[in-house]
């Protein structure tokens, strides 16, 4: 879709003639200082629109700054004033033509070299940057009518026309590109003469809104996309820059009106910060901003707040340009580091005032499951999960204790070389338990309907193998339904409580605590026990089972809600949901 800002900045560009190379002379031969001209610092380099319409040019008139201005009197001055110039054409449209109405192609070497005088005049270097506003259909799919692919022709001889004679042109592009097939080839020649460098625009009241986490993310997401539909075909990202806009002109993907100013000065240093972050991971070249221009023809462009918007700007991406805080005023946000991916080494995400998961907790997982996502997953629902509730460390040996009777006879020797065949560690093993007692804790919550008649009925006859044994207990306990006499069920019942030797009081634990518990009889298959008889502890069976079913829906959620408040390794979050690691490690199951 067709940026509106660019059109109307460009249109109302085109009706002030004094600030256009059309209303400058055309020099017939360049400048008699002619040089070759490097640009300050490195990449990224930041790229600024400025013309006789940004009243505040000045602000990107100094060292360290590099101006985009589209004719030949300001850059002396700005050069003067100590930045450095670039040339800003808006005109390619009329240097080549449109994807319906493309211009005779003998005529375009001629138009490149006429111009090519005039930015060597308004650079004074020999070797001038250009930015070319802008390409036409980018997404345009191949095949392509015979009149675009002579403008896409056009397009691509006037680049190189640039480049032959000494230029670094620079391609505007206002939306995705279509990359496929003779389009790919296309792109790939461009990059061969060119740059190509991105328009990405965003409405601030959506980056607002989102808040400097969530609206960091959203920004830094939408660049790394912007770089990769190039990148993925092949061209390098030093051929490549992003374009950020600040026009205020409402519908254009600006300011869009956003009240009080303070938040719009918050969103101009989140989009300069999360551009900054973007190009130290991708190492593209550039970053380009306009909107900076007050045009009379287009009212909703004069605005008394871009000044200090501009200011703001600057002193995100270097303090020594311009006092940011200061300009923007009493109430904004000075932190450099809310939101952003300033994460130790160490931590793979982070939620200030929650937790953090760092990579040495996803690493086990990771070698327990052979699955790198999966690990993730679980590794930051542990986040969340420990941060709602707490097992203790006795817990988690004293229902290790209950594993090794109930599934090793008491051998600790064999319990140890099941879990060495898992190729796991005692560690993994005993983080395994903890997971499950503390998501049996939160299940516990849960509220579930009340099981029927049908349900009981259907529970025993699906599941007749397992074993039920007459129990007396100490206390009330929760796998006997709320009684102390009952058939506990093999599928909710503690572990040791089949095995253990009937008339006898032993202490047994269970995930809801030990209790005291005497067999009156042996273990018997459940579908040979009265239902009547049974009732209590199956119903007591269903609604554990329906709780465990509702646990990855309920995390789930949580992660997701999460979302909005955590800062990730490259932004890269994980699948919601949870992994039962006893699938790994079928021994440690709590319950049947």
């Avoid at 450095?84 to 005109?91: A, C, E, G, S, W």
């Avoid at 250009?130 to 009518?145: D, F, K, Q, R, V």
Wanted: charged share 20%; hydrophobic share 40%; aromatic share 10%.
């Amino acid at each position: 879709m067709r940026l509106a800002g660019v059109l109307l900045a460009v249109a109302a560009a085109l009706l002030v003639g004094t600030t256009l190379a059309s209303a400058d002379p055309v020099p017939t031969t360049p400048p008699a200082d002619l040089h070759t001209c490097t640009l300050p610092g490195n990449a990224p380099y930041w790229f600024d629109y400025a013309d006789g319409n940004v009243p505040f040019w000045r602000m990107f008139a100094k060292p360290g700054t590099i101006a985009a201005v589209p004719n030949i009197g300001l850059p002396a001055q700005i050069r003067a004033h100590g930045g450095t110039t670039v040339y800003f054409d808006p005109h390619l449209k009329g240097r080549v033509g449109l994807p319906n109405a493309p211009i005779d192609p003998a005529t375009i070497d001629a138009r490149a070299d006429r111009f090519f005088i005039y930015v060597e005049n308004s650079t004074h270097c020999s070797n001038s940057v250009i930015a070319e506003n802008e390409l036409y259909g980018a997404s345009l799919a191949s095949p392509w009518s015979p009149t675009n692919v002579q403008y896409r022709a056009n397009v691509l001889r006037f680049l190189t026309r640039l480049h032959d004679l000494g230029g670094q042109p620079w391609l505007l592009v206002n939306s995705k590109p279509y990359t496929a097939g003779e389009a790919g080839d296309w792109w790939r020649a461009v990059a061969q003469v060119a740059g190509i460098v991105r328009e990405v625009y965003f409405p601030a009241p959506l980056i607002s809104k989102q808040g400097p986490v969530l609206g960091s993310r959203t920004l830094r997401t939408a660049f790394r996309r912007a770089i990769l539909d190039f990148t993925q075909i092949g061209i390098p990202t030093s051929k490549i820059g992003i374009f950020l806009g600040f026009q205020t002109t409402k519908g254009t993907g600006g300011r869009e009106g956003l009240e009080p100013a303070r938040a719009w000065f918050e969103v101009v240093k989140l989009q300069a910060l999360a551009a900054k972050q973007v190009a130290k991971e991708m190492k593209f070249n550039g970053i380009w901003s306009w909107g900076w221009a007050e045009y009379k023809a287009v009212p909703g462009e004069v605005d008394p707040d871009k000044p200090r918007a501009a200011c703001v700007y600057l002193w995100t991406r270097d303090r020594s340009l311009c006092n940011g805080p200061g300009a923007a005023g009493k109430g904004f946000d000075r932190s450099l580091t809310e939101g952003q991916l300033s994460l130790p080494g160490n931590i793979r995400c982070r939620i200030d005032g929650v937790g953090s998961v760092p990579w040495s907790s996803i690493n086990p997982i990771k070698a327990l499951t052979g699955d790198p996502e999966l690990a993730f997953t679980d590794a930051y629902a542990r986040m969340l999960e420990r941060r709602m509730t707490r097992v203790t460390s006795a817990e988690i040996l004293a229902a290790e204790r209950s594993i090794i009777a109930a599934r090793f006879g008491y051998s600790r020797r064999a319990y140890l070389a099941a879990i060495a065949e898992a190729h796991s560690s005692l560690a993994v093993a005993r983080s395994v338990i903890e997971d499950e007692l503390r998501r049996a804790q939160l299940a516990a919550k849960f509220r579930v309907p009340a099981p029927g008649a049908d349900d009981v009925a259907e529970y025993q006859q699906t599941y007749s193998d397992l074993q039920a044994r007459l129990v007396q207990a100490a206390k009330r306990a929760p796998w006997l339904g709320g009684r102390k006499i009952g058939y506990a069920v093999e599928s909710n019942a503690p572990g040791p409580l089949m095995a253990l030797p009937a008339n006898r009081w032993t202490s047994v634990w269970s995930p809801t605590g030990t209790v005291r518990v005497r067999p009156l009889g042996p273990p018997v298959q459940l579908g040979t026990v009265s239902l009547s008889r049974a009732r209590p502890s199956i119903r007591a069976a269903i609604a554990l089972q329906e709780r465990e079913a509702k646990y990855p829906t309920w995390i789930a959620a949580k992660q997701s809600a999460s979302f909005s408040n955590v800062v990730c390794w490259r932004d890269e979050l994980p699948a919601p949901g949870v992994a039962d690691l006893t699938d790994y490690l079928p021994f440690l199951a709590l319950t049947s």
